[in-house]
């Protein structure tokens, strides 16, 4: 990932996708897509970072955290000053999601 792209997504005013409040620009999965789609035609490591950012971590807070978490987090990753990253590891298994079994 060029994390010298992230002031240029910065500038965009995209972040925060689909959060309607705290910042955020209330898109359509629609315009999500397309957004993430048209930035992976260019470059993949960039769609992905804003992805996960996005879609496995200010959502997630956004669905399941209490107000202060919300409030707290969002406040500093829907304008990215900060970062939410996506960290998996399972015992017997680290971080190989393939080997998990329902």
Not at 3 to 25: A, C, E, H, R, S
Not at 68 to 84: A, G, V
Request: glycine share 10%; with cysteine; net charge negative.
């Amino acid at each position: 990932m060029p994390f010298w792209m992230v002031p240029k997504i910065q500038q965009l005013g995209i972040n925060g996708f689909q959060i309607k409040d705290y910042g955020g620009v209330g898109f359509s999965n629609l315009e999500s897509g397309a957004i993430y789609y048209e930035m992976a035609k260019h470059d993949a490591s960039v769609s992905t970072f804003v992805l996960v950012h996005n879609a496995i971590g200010n959502n997630v807070v956004e669905a399941l955290g209490d107000e202060e978490q919300k409030k707290r987090i969002l406040s500093e990753t829907i304008p990215m000053d900060k970062f939410i990253c996506f960290g998996l590891t399972e015992p017997d298994f680290g971080s190989d999601a393939t080997s998990l079994k329902t």
